[in-house]
């Protein structure tokens, strides 16, 4: 009936033509029957358009109620009250659903100024001293139309409410899951940004330094080109680690730790390998942080060493501070060089110091990277452990 108003209006018209036609046939009065049958069609018609025209048909019954009372009053053996006359009631409730209160007042006034009429000037002359009840049953029955029409109205206020909230929250979740995905898309863009950019840019630097060392130190190319060889290795391992994120969760039980402070020796370990001093300095408690937060540590020093690598030149050096002070943790990583060389080939995509920073505003942290006054280059990051 929701879905389809006409089909459930003109169920209800059909009712209440079956029970007029009897009363269009063999009902008293003088009036001609065509005339009567003309007058409940327009009481019964407009009916089939209630919900869709409300106004419009609820005024047509209107008009058409005072046509029946006018004509009944010239026909004092008429019937007063017909089954058609139910139309002035579902009006009345039509009304108060579908227009609302102040429309419903409007039609409320001219119904009951029609329900005086009525009781005055046909039940009046036809009863003697108890022609006032019939007013007041029909004027109770009209105001069970309104209640009626209230309580229906505010189930319908209720029920639509209720449902824009959930297109809201069907909405807000389609963008949370917007915005989780985006979130991971960017992490996992971080994390291969950080593992290709450092594993490639040790092996370029290695690559060159073998193409010099080959005729004339052969055993330093042999060490260089170890060195790639377990680079490429561990460049794959975190990459295979990293789309795995993407696959199904059947291979979840094949797992790898993720690095983390404790790794951070090892890291300066393979950096001077590649030829780039580096001296490492932890300070405070290291190991208990959460994994989250040790990643990210990993994860600046990284970068911020493959960045030295690339652009500090040869004979350059580079200091790692990591400190645990309070509830935060201090980074400084420093070089003293002087820029890229010619001779090495540029990899870089300018998104390095944009991960860096991401990954210190992922932990509500800050990151500073620029030029030092004395030549070089400085990153000073501070994440607090709160939180994460």
Same mark, same amino acid.
């Given at each position: 009936?929701?879905?389809?108003?006409?089909?459930?209006?003109?169920?209800?018209?059909?009712?209440?033509?079956?029970?007029?036609?009897?009363?269009?046939?063999?009902?008293?009065?003088?009036? =001609?029957?065509?005339? *009567?049958?003309?007058?409940?069609?327009?009481? !019964?018609?407009?009916?089939?358009?209630? $919900?869709?025209? =409300?106004?419009?048909?609820?005024?047509?019954?209107?008009?058409?109620?005072?046509?029946?009372?006018?004509?009944?009053?010239?026909?004092?053996? +008429?019937?007063?009250?017909?089954?058609?006359?139910?139309?002035?009631?579902?009006?009345?409730?039509?009304?108060?659903?579908?227009?609302?209160? $102040?429309?419903?007042? !409007?039609?409320?006034?001219?119904?009951?100024? #029609?329900?005086?009429?009525?009781?005055?000037?046909?039940? $009046? =002359?036809?009863?003697?001293?108890?022609?006032?009840?019939?007013?007041?049953?029909?004027?109770?029955?009209?105001?069970?139309?309104?209640?009626?029409?209230?309580?229906?109205?505010? *189930?319908?206020?209720?029920?639509?409410?209720?449902?824009?909230?959930?297109?809201?929250?069907?909405?807000?979740?389609?963008?949370?899951?917007?915005?989780?995905?985006?979130?991971?898309?960017?992490?996992?863009?971080?994390?291969?940004?950080?593992?290709?950019?450092?594993?490639?840019?040790?092996?370029?630097?290695?690559?060159?330094?073998?193409?010099?060392?080959?005729?004339?130190?052969?055993?330093?190319?042999?060490?260089? !080109?170890?060195?790639?060889?377990?680079?490429? *290795?561990?460049?794959?391992?975190?990459?295979?680690?990293?789309?795995?994120?993407?696959?199904?969760?059947?291979?979840?039980?094949? $797992?790898?730790?993720?690095?983390?402070?404790?790794?951070?020796?090892?890291?300066?370990?393979?950096?001077?390998?590649? #030829?780039?001093?580096?001296?490492? %300095?932890? %300070?405070?408690?290291?190991? +208990?942080?959460?994994?989250? !937060?040790?990643?990210?540590?990993?994860?600046?020093?990284?970068?911020?060493?493959?960045?030295?690598?690339?652009?500090?030149?040869?004979?350059? +050096?580079?200091?790692?501070?990591?400190?645990?002070? #309070?509830?935060?943790?201090?980074?400084?990583?420093?070089?003293?060089?002087?820029?890229?060389?010619?001779?090495?080939?540029?990899?870089?995509?300018?998104?390095?110091?944009?991960?860096?920073?991401? *990954?210190?505003?992922?932990?509500?942290?800050?990151?500073?990277?620029?030029?030092?006054?004395?030549?070089?280059?400085?990153?000073?990051?501070?994440? =607090?452990?709160?939180?994460?």
């Amino acid at each position: 009936m929701r879905a389809h108003p006409t089909f459930g209006d003109s169920l209800l018209a059909l009712f209440l033509v079956l029970f007029e036609i009897p009363q269009v046939i063999t009902g008293p009065g003088d009036q =001609p029957w065509w005339l *009567r049958a003309l007058v409940d069609v327009g009481l !019964i018609a407009p009916v089939v358009m209630r $919900r869709r025209r =409300p106004v419009m048909a609820c005024y047509t019954i209107l008009f058409a109620g005072y046509i029946q009372l006018l004509i009944d009053a010239l026909d004092k053996t +008429s019937e007063p009250l017909r089954p058609s006359d139910m139309a002035i009631g579902i009006a009345l409730y039509t009304m108060v659903v579908y227009v609302g209160r $102040r429309q419903a007042l !409007i039609y409320g006034a001219w119904v009951t100024g #029609g329900t005086v009429l009525w009781t005055v000037w046909l039940i $009046r =002359p036809r009863m003697d001293d108890l022609w006032w009840i019939a007013g007041v049953a029909v004027m109770v029955l009209l105001a069970f139309c309104w209640t009626l029409g209230e309580f229906v109205g505010a *189930r319908r206020a209720y029920q639509n409410e209720v449902e824009q909230r959930l297109r809201l929250l069907e909405t807000e979740r389609d963008h949370q899951a917007k915005i989780a995905v985006a979130e991971e898309r960017a992490r996992i863009a971080r994390e291969l940004h950080d593992v290709v950019a450092h594993a490639v840019s040790v092996m370029v630097v290695q690559a060159d330094g073998a193409q010099y060392a080959v005729n004339t130190n052969p055993e330093l190319a042999e060490r260089a !080109i170890k060195t790639i060889s377990s680079t490429g *290795r561990e460049a794959l391992t975190e990459l295979r680690r990293l789309l795995g994120v993407l696959r199904a969760e059947e291979n979840t039980d094949e $797992r790898t730790p993720q690095p983390g402070t404790n790794s951070l020796n090892d890291l300066a370990e393979r950096v001077r390998l590649v #030829g780039l001093p580096v001296r490492l %300095k932890l %300070k405070g408690e290291l190991d +208990s942080l959460p994994a989250g !937060i040790g990643l990210g540590i990993y994860r600046i020093v990284q970068e911020a060493l493959t960045n030295t690598l690339k652009h500090a030149g040869a004979g350059a +050096s580079a200091v790692v501070r990591v400190a645990r002070i #309070g509830e935060n943790i201090e980074l400084d990583i420093t070089d003293d060089g002087f820029g890229t060389p010619h001779e090495l080939v540029s990899i870089s995509g300018g998104n390095g110091l944009i991960g860096m920073r991401e *990954r210190a505003n992922v932990f509500g942290g800050t990151l500073q990277a620029g030029p030092r006054p004395g030549g070089g280059w400085h990153v000073h990051a501070v994440l =607090p452990i709160q939180g994460t």
